[in-house]
């Protein structure tokens, strides 16, 4: 049963802290894309990437979150310096893009607070 | 402005009753639709796509698209306790690079 991983689960941190998220997409996925979701907002993309390539960025606040994609079988997502506005879950979904068909899969995300 | 609406809810429905969620998007050009059901404190879960304008059914679940109206539904047959979640709508839109558009989600309660 493939399924996206992501660590940590929880992460509590300080405000100014570095918070780095991992995922790990589903083997075979050509798309990989993160999330932030709270009450306020909802679901709001933050970055995705195509083939391990950054395609869209605009949902992120650049000047203190980036998103890499090292190797195929993992993306990061880190927060410096973190502000306790960042609070929220963050989910990492992949995909598989072919020819008009499309879906993705939610990894079960990383709960953040910053205090 | 690209938007996703759908109606906050809470849903409720007995037991047993057809439960029927409704989606409309802002974007004629879009062609992939997908309804997500999220439980408290999970993350979402793919249980329906739709590509064509109509009805596909899997289970219990039947979903419809109309592109002239730019609406999508979700019917849930004989509704279950466990069904109770909510309900995201996305959109595939046009021209996005194969990013999806959620909607904020409508609550569902089943209650026995």
């Known amino acids: 049963d493939a399924r996206v991983t992501q660590t940590p689960r929880h992460k509590v941190t300080e405000m100014g802290q570095e918070v780095t998220m991992r995922c790990q997409p589903i083997?075979?996925?050509?798309?990989v894309f993160w999330y932030r979701q709270t009450m306020m907002q909802g679901l709001e993309l933050l970055a995705y990437?195509?083939?391990?390539?950054?395609?869209?960025d605009s949902g992120m606040p650049k000047d203190r979150f980036s998103a890499e994609m090292p190797d195929a079988t993992l993306a990061t997502l880190k927060i410096q310096p973190s502000e306790p506005r960042d609070s929220a879950v963050y989910f990492c979904?992949?995909?598989?893009?072919?020819?008009?068909?499309?879906?993705?899969?939610f990894g079960p995300g990383t709960r953040l607070t910053v205090t | 402005q690209k938007e996703v609406e759908q109606n906050s809810g809470p849903l409720s429905v007995p037991e047993g009753a057809i439960a029927s969620l409704n989606c409309t998007y802002s974007?004629?050009?879009?062609?992939?639709f997908f309804w997500y059901r999220q439980y408290s404190g999970k993350s979402p879960e793919l249980i329906m796509s739709?590509?064509?304008?109509g009805d596909k059914e899997d289970g219990r679940f039947t979903a419809q698209l109309n592109k002239a109206s730019q609406y999508v539904s979700l019917l849930i047959r004989d509704s279950q306790p466990s069904d109770s979640a909510t309900y995201l709508c996305?959109?595939?839109?046009?021209?996005?690079?194969?990013?999806?558009?959620f909607g904020a989600g409508t609550r569902l309660a089943v209650h026995p």
């Open positions: 974007d004629r050009g879009s062609q992939s």
């Open positions: 739709i590509y064509s304008n």
């Open positions: 996305a959109v595939r839109f046009s021209g996005g690079y194969n990013k999806l558009i």
């Open positions: 979904a992949s995909g598989l893009v072919l020819g008009s068909s499309y879906e993705q899969y």
């Open positions: 083997l075979g996925h050509n798309t």
């Open positions: 990437f195509r083939n391990r390539a950054p395609l869209d």
